[in-house]
Each structure stands twice: as structure tokens, then as C-alpha cells.
């Protein structure tokens, strides 16, 4: 009753907000204000610096800037360099993980070390799964996860103590939990909510980050060598985007005002949740399973061509006139990420017996940069980005719809964790922009 009270009252306000909180689009112009921080040609405007990553989207050609195949770069190394050092037989996500915080590659014996160090931060304090976690149950995982960190800060004596080392300590504590509160949490979900039967399994020490995941969310335990290698791999190419990206950036704003570890890094997920942001995979699967629901033969080029520009002209699917997974906010030719990603994602769906819906998805990937440059006059180029692929990767590994934006998270905290330190090292300036007032005065 009080909620329905509540509807109706709010409901009348709504009219009252959108007419005095309206702002005439033509003032953004005229005051020369960047909508979401981007320049009119869709560049990000320059808040900071940054030695931790560098994204590469275009290049000066006889002074003309050129689109250019897409390239990302961490701590000065190209990321397929990266995954080249690593091989097809190991696991990174711990050794990339200390080159981004640490800002150099490990040696053997220091990756050695870091690994066992996150493999005994692994742990969440005493009946802390049981008392908050399993308590306060939520489909949204991405909540229960954020109520999870502030609530570890509880048991942190330091918790308020924002110096470098101590931040650290906080942040490679936190990227040892990580995959804990994420899969505990749908655990969770999954038993209370949605009545299925609960088991925990505690992480094994000795095993990477993707293999414990696995382990911990399958009630056998068991998991192919391919299938924690591409887990493992996705990882590594979600864990840092440049400083900009929404997210970081609010890490690092709050960073600046001198908040702890944990509310910074509670700031980030609540960042990371939006749609807009993190949640990108999710609309693609949707999208992959309404394709296949009006597609009938997946190698049909004509045929598939022909939905994609009822999908284009807002025909179908859900009428936004958008294929998802197609294009970026920074990349056009080419997303680096998705280029590397799709050979593991090829293995994965071999061994797994989807070879159809390989084919589906690169035939998708082939025609849509065509159609959408045909029929939105885009020529700086259209191109898939990662996230067209991550979310068939996930539903290939049995994790559920509910844990794709917390698998980015669990990569996303160490990119989050370097830019934290970064800008406690660097800046001690609080991070406050102007926003111009052009209220009336009365």
C-alpha cells in the first residue's frame, strides 16, 4: 500500500520535474558545454594522465587524422603481445593483473609469488558468506556484490587508512575476493530465490582466478583445459580500457576526494552496472536469440542481411534500430580485443558442438559494419567489439545471464585498483568540474 501511495504520488511530481528541470539543447552549444565529456566528433575531453594503458583508435597522416586498426596497450605492451607471452597452455590473469599495479612484468619468482598471494586472499572472513551474503539475497548480483565490499570494510581495521601501501594491500585483498562475493552472491540468488538447490565450494588456492570461477560455480567442479583458458582470456582483455571509460573515472574521482578503497571501489561497480556500460553483452544475446528465432539457415548470407536491416530500421528486435556488439565509443576500423578474443572463442565453440551459431555470429559480423555504413552514412568505419562475443562465450561456459556484468567486474577491479593507486601517487587535487547555471532567477 505504501508503494503503491508512494507510485501515485511520484507520479504526479514527475510533470513538475521534466518542466522545471528542462534545458534547452541549443545552451550546450552556446556555452560550448561536452555533453557526457565528449567533444562534438565524439573524442573524450582531456581530464588527466595516465601511464597505465593507452587505447589507439587513429593516426596523423600528412596532418590528417586517419582512422587506424584499433590497438590497446598495457603498461607499454600491445595486448596480443601480452597473451603471446603467455601461451595457449597457461593462465594470466594473475601475472597481467601485477604488471598493470605494479606497472613492469613479473619475474618468474615474483609471478609466482603474486599468485600465491591472491590464492590466500581468496578468503572471505569468518560466517561472512552466511551472514551477509546468503541474508540478503538479489537477482541483481552486481548489488549484492556492492553491499558485500562495503561491508568487508567492517572487518578492516585500516579501513579508513588511504595511504599507497595500505591502498594496495586493500586492492589485491579485494581481487583475491572478488570472484568469491560474485559467485557466492548467484549462489545465493539461485537457492532463495529461485529454489534451485545451494552448494558452496570453497576456491582452491593453487588453481588461476578463470579455474576457480569455473569450479566454484558448477556443482561437478569440473572444467575443460579450453574452457579456463578463454575464461581466463576474457579476463585479461576486461580488465583495463584507458582512464575514461565511465567506471575508471569514477574510481578516480572519488579517489581524489580522499575516500577508502572499499567505498571507491563500490562507487566503480555501481558505475559498472549501468547498461550503458557494462551491461552491453546481455543486450546482444537478447538480440543473438531473436536472430535466431527469425533466421532459419545460419549460413543464409541474403537471409540473415535481410534481418539485420529490419533490426536497422527499427522493425525488429526492440525498435532502438541498433545491432549490439556493433561499433565503440573509441574503436572504428577494428576493437583489438575482439580481433584477439575470436580465436579462442572459435576453439571454444568447436569443442563445444556450436559451430552453427560460430557461423551465424560471423556471418552478423561480416554484414552488419556494411549495412550499418550503408544505411547510417558512418564512413569512419563500423566494426564488432568485444562484447559481441564475451556473452556467447559465457553461455557456452554455463554462466548465467545474471554474472556477465560481475565476470567484468572480476576483471575490471584490477584495471580499477592500478588507476586508484595512480591517482593517489600523482594527483592530491580533487576532481571537480564546472557546470554553467542557467537557472532564472526570480
Known sequence: MKTEMMNDYTARLESVCRINDSIAPRLYDEYGVNLGLRDENGNG?????????????????????IPCEGELWYRGYRIERLLDSIGDTKFGYEKIAYLLLMGELPTPEQEKEFAE?????????????????????????????????LTL?????????????????????????????????????????????????????SLSTAE????????????????????DTALILHMEHGGGNNSTFTTRVVTSSGSDTYSTIAAAMSSLKGPKHGGANIKVMEMMEDIRNHVSDYSD???????????????????????????HAVYSLSDPREKVFKHYVEKLAMEKGR?????????????????????????????????????????????PQELYTAMFAVARIVGWSAHRIEELICTDKIIRPAYKSVMEEK
Open 117 to 149: 598471494l591472491i590464492g590466500k586472499c581468496r578468503i572471505l572472513p569468518t560466517n561472512f558468506t552466511k551472514d551477509v551474503i546468503m541474508k540478503a539475497p538479489s537477482e541483481d548480483i552486481m548489488n549484492s556484490m556492492t553491499r558485500s565490499i
Open 301 to 327: 548470407r541474403e537471409e540473415i542481411a535481410a534481418y539485420l536491416s529490419k533490426i536497422l530500421n527499427k522493425e525488429a528486435f526492440d525498435g532502438k534500430g541498433l545491432i549490439y556488439g556493433m561499433g
Open 45 to 65: 575531453v582531456l581530464t588527466g594522465l595516465t601511464n597505465i594503458s593507452k587505447i589507439v583508435s587513429s593516426k596523423i597522416v600528412d596532418g590528417h587524422k
Open 355 to 399: 559451430e552453427e551459431d560460430m557461423q551465424l555470429y560471423q556471418n552478423i559480423e561480416e554484414l552488419a559494419p556494411q549495412l550499418i555504413a550503408e544505411k547510417r552514412h558512418i564512413f569512419k568505419g563500423v566494426s564488432p567489439n568485444i562484447d559481441f562475443y564475451s556473452g556467447f562465450v559465457y553461455e557456452m561456459l554455463g554462466i
Open 212 to 231: 576457480n570461477l569455473l569450479m566454484m560455480l558448477r556443482p561437478d567442479q569440473k572444467y575443460t583445459e579450453v574452457e579456463a583458458k578463454t575464461l
Open 153 to 205: 570494510a567492517s572487518y578492516d581495521e585500516q579501513a579508513k587508512n588511504t595511504s599507497v601501501q595500505n591502498s594496495l594491500r586493500q586492492c589485491i585483498q579485494l581481487i583475491g575476493e572478488f570472484p568469491l562475493i560474485a559467485v557466492y552472491g548467484y549462489h545465493a540468488y539461485n537457492h532463495y530465490i529461485k529454489n534451485d538447490s545451494l552448494y558452496i565450494h570453497h576456491p582452491d588456492p
